[in-house]
Structure formats: C-alpha cells, structure tokens
C-alpha cells in the first residue's frame, strides 16, 4: 500500500499501523440494521488522510455505497500482533488518487 505521510500523530500512527496490511473488511449498516463485511485491497492512504480501494464500478458494493455513509475498517495483522479499527464516511470516485 502506499502510504503518504500524514499532518496529524494520530493519522501518523494509523498510517504505520496499517501500512504493511493489504486487505482490510469493510463493515456497513444495511438498511436494516444488519451489519455487512467485506474484504477491499487497500491502494492508498492519502495525506489527507483518505484511505483508497478499487474495486470494479459495476461491482455490487458499488451499488451498496452511498456518498457519506458511515463504514467501520478492520484491519489485522496477527503475525504481528496488530489489530485496528477505525471508522468513517464513504464517497464513489472514478479513477484514483
């Protein structure tokens, strides 16, 4: 994943945190309220701190995603000891960063 350094210590910390985890499962809320997971390849933390997935436009989870709805990330890297979660807003771009 490519990682770019970040203006905060705590998106500093998420960064090297995730850096080295390639996949993370992507948990929504369904309509509802059932909870969904999936697994994404990670392409980009961005120094924004916005993290980027592809995925095909003619995908299912593109369907699923609404602009700023509100996911959970998981993240684990058991070899390592290294679990993280963090949360967020989704938004559709074409292309990539």
Do not use: C, N
Not at 4 to 19: F, N
Request: glycine share 6%; aromatic share 4%; net charge negative.
């Amino acid at each position: 994943m490519d990682v770019q350094p970040q203006a905060t210590p705590e998106g500093q910390r998420l960064a090297d945190l995730i850096a080295e985890i390639e996949v993370a499962m992507l948990i929504t809320v369904e309509p509802d309220g059932a909870l969904r997971a999936r697994p994404l390849r990670i392409l980009q933390m961005d120094a924004e701190g916005a993290l980027w997935f592809i995925t095909k436009i003619s995908s299912a989870i593109i369907g699923e995603m609404d602009t700023h709805r509100r996911v959970s990330l998981s993240y684990t890297r058991p070899a390592r000891d290294r679990h993280v979660w963090a949360s967020g807003v989704t938004q559709i771009a074409h292309g990539h960063p």
